[in-house]
């Protein structure tokens, strides 16, 4: 089946460092790869949408110089959080269509805790 | 705004009850349909999706949901729950007309089956 492989899983930073997540499709080309941020007890809000050769496209109220997202090639999505703040601590998650099904296939998240 | 709600934020039941929980969306359009389960620590994991046809959708391990367009709803069914049906339950719509099929997520039911 599909896979999305998602690393860091869990991650510390000091503020004002940055830090890179990769979501990696293992066995499938995502063309679009998808980046959700989860706040605890909250839904997923869907950050940006990265289609790959091309800009990211971002979800209104989501700073795209903070949070930049590059998808250089059908199979890897970055996502680097730039001069973390304490604030940007949260549970990030990317997921990737494509694959059997017509959906999408979830990553396991990234824990980012910035200290 | 296109939104996804469901109304139950935490349910608690014992084995063997029956279990529906509830999804409704705001758009208007042509829409396909989701739900995920996020097991303690997981990812994740696609439990049933429609897209056309017969609105009464069945996933995997004994889940079910019914698409009624008239009422905007697809509410998740299972009759009889299991301890380790325990997990995070989570509605999502794709919305079609918009330049990019965005996954809009519900806020999530957290689910408790009690042995």
């Known amino acids: 089946g599909a896979v999305v492989s998602q690393h860091p899983s869990r991650v510390i930073c000091k503020s004002g460092t940055s830090v890179k997540i990769e979501c990696r499709s293992l066995?499938?080309?995502?063309?679009?790869m998808f980046w959700y941020r989860q706040f605890p007890k909250q839904s997923l809000m869907l950050m940006a949408t990265?289609?790959?050769?091309?800009?990211?496209?971002?979800e209104q109220g989501v700073e795209k110089d903070k949070f930049l997202i590059n998808h250089a090639s059908l199979t890897l999505s970055t996502l680097t959080v730039t001069s973390a703040h304490p604030e940007d601590s949260s549970f990030y998650i990317c997921?990737?269509?494509?694959?059997?099904?017509?959906?999408?296939?979830f990553g396991s998240g990234t824990r980012l805790t910035v200290v | 705004a296109q939104s996804v709600s469901q109304h139950n934020h935490h349910v608690i039941l014992s084995e063997a009850a029956s279990l529906e929980l509830g999804c409704n969306y705001s758009?208007?359009?042509?829409?396909?349909l989701f739900w995920y389960v996020q097991y303690p620590g997981q990812h994740l994991q696609l439990l049933l999706k429609?897209?056309?046809?017969?609105?009464l959708v069945k996933g995997i391990k004994g889940f079910e949901a019914e698409f009624i367009k008239s009422k905007f709803s697809f509410n998740l069914r299972k009759p009889s729950v299991q301890w380790s049906d325990t997990a995070e339950y989570f509605c999502?719509?794709?919305?079609?007309?918009?330049?990019?099929?965005?996954?809009?997520f519900g806020t999530g039911t957290l689910l408790a089956v009690q042995p």
């Open positions: 997921s990737a269509r494509g694959g059997q099904h017509y959906g999408y296939t």
């Open positions: 066995d499938f080309q995502a063309t679009t």
């Open positions: 990265s289609n790959e050769g091309s800009k990211a496209t971002y």
């Open positions: 758009y208007g359009g042509t829409v396909n």
């Open positions: 429609y897209f056309s046809g017969d609105p």
């Open positions: 999502a719509v794709i919305p079609y007309g918009g330049a990019t099929n965005k996954l809009i």
